[in-house]
């Protein structure tokens, strides 16, 4: 009985603990996280392996040092350049207008660069791993024989695990006002930028290639020491070359695309959604298991907190799936690299030739406004109850089971096309679409 008595208590107490604890609060170094612990998979780790057992090699080059060898190993385009001037990343003293650092990214690696190797810079890479989200590495610009890919467990994760990436090891993207040596003038606020941020709001701190008819963004100029916030940003806008600003031949391409920010913009946020999702499906399930065993009770139950958590978290990643609240262009935008003609060649298509890496680029980014991180291996190895309540909320809102004001974005057309879409091109999306119309 006395043994019961202090189970029953021990288990309340877990509970309440575990509803109470947001995640930023939650350690992701315990169980069932053990973020710095647990073995990874994404592809800078299984780079280091490859290279490690003698499989593969890192050529040198005497301008960029490793960098066009890792983006050739990791398939990382140069077309996704950018460029950002804002002193806010690990190489902050290096960093300023003349010398931005550059980012590449594909669909689950990131890339930072300062441009022309010199002693001391570090190539700085992120890779997504399916269980635990972003790991982060660096390696030394310096020539060697055995050039090695070093996991950095905390620096990073200053900037990269708040609440600006869901509490997760995550992504972000910063506009921040700008002074002429490249210090961010905080005092004037910050944004994170995803794809519901106003276009005016976005760009802070980068350059920008690119035309955007009368919008209006804080990008390619920087701001005086002191003073009020800047109300208009002309010389910035619609600009097509960075000749004059910087030295582009410290690049691989003189180009800072305005598509392929936007992307990264929207990319960046949908990851840390698909994380937290992760994570809080793996602590619902780790708790569910403590509370059974404690409790005694069969292994499959599940508590009303670990549905309300599941819940949670699939409805946040299908709203970042579907683009919930995008911003809506006002004029059409054009970027000034290969990306825009790159980018849509990958990943699959359904059998009208349709693909989800479309472009729009008059009212919005994309022509078919739901993520391509759906197919990625992270979302296919979400737990199951996560997975199964995304696609079954995804099905609702597709077949027009679901009119709330939160996706009043997606058009009947919209939802049509991409009920087509997943149909044909995601495992299991037929399934909840005939449990979604009782099919």
């Not at 506009?175 to 709001?201: C, I, K, M």
């Amino acid at each position: 009985m006395h043994v019961h008595y202090y189970r029953w208590l021990f288990a309340l107490g877990v509970l309440f603990c575990t509803a109470a604890v947001a995640p930023c609060q939650q350690s992701i170094n315990e169980a069932p996280i053990r973020y710095e612990t647990s073995p990874v998979v994404d592809a800078v780790a299984m780079l280091q392996k490859r290279l490690a057992e003698g499989r593969t090699q890192l050529e040198w080059d005497e301008q960029h040092g490793w960098l066009p060898s890792l983006l050739e190993e990791l398939r990382v385009p140069t077309s996704s350049q950018t460029l950002v001037f804002s002193k806010t990343s690990l190489q902050v003293r290096k960093i300023s207008p003349r010398r931005p650092r550059a980012l590449y990214f594909s669909d689950d690696v990131y890339v930072g660069y300062l441009g022309a190797a010199q002693a001391g810079d570090l190539v700085e890479l992120s890779a997504v791993d399916p269980e635990l989200g972003a790991i982060f590495y660096s390696i030394e610009q310096k020539p060697s024989d055995s050039p090695q890919l070093l996991r950095d467990r905390s620096r990073c994760l200053s900037c990269h695990h708040s609440q600006r990436t869901r509490d997760v090891p995550g992504y972000l993207v910063r506009s921040v006002y700008t002074q002429v040596d490249g210090q961010p003038r905080f005092d004037l606020g910050s944004v994170t930028s995803d794809s519901t941020t106003e276009f005016a709001q976005r760009f802070g701190g980068w350059y920008v290639t690119g035309t955007h008819g009368t919008m209006q963004h804080r990008g390619n100029c920087q701001v005086p020491d002191e003073g009020p916030e800047p109300t208009e940003n002309d010389l910035g806008a619609n600009v097509t070359s960075l000749v004059g600003r910087l030295d582009t031949d410290r690049y691989l391409s003189p180009h800072s695309d305005l598509v392929a920010l936007m992307v990264l913009e929207q990319q960046s946020q949908v990851h840390n959604a698909i994380t937290l999702a992760a994570y809080e499906g793996k602590r619902a399930e780790h708790y569910d298991a403590t509370w059974n065993r404690i409790l005694e009770r069969p292994e499959d139950t599940v508590s009303d907190v670990s549905r309300r958590r599941i819940e949670s978290a699939s409805e946040q990643l299908v709203e970042a799936l579907l683009f919930a609240g995008e911003y809506q262009l006002t004029s059409p935008i054009a970027g000034t690299s290969e990306f825009t003609a790159e980018f849509p060649q990958q990943g699959p298509r359904d059998t009208k030739g349709r693909s989800l890496r479309e472009f729009d680029l008059v009212a919005r980014l994309f022509k078919y406004p739901c993520s391509y991180l759906i197919y990625s291996d992270s979302f296919a190895s979400l737990p199951y109850p996560i997975r199964e309540q995304a696609l079954a909320r995804l099905a609702e809102v597709l077949t027009g089971s679901d009119q709330s004001e939160t996706f009043a974005h997606l058009s009947p057309t919209d939802r049509q096309a991409l009920r087509e879409i997943l149909s044909d091109t995601l495992d299991d999306f037929d399934k909840a679409l005939e449990q979604a119309t009782g099919g």
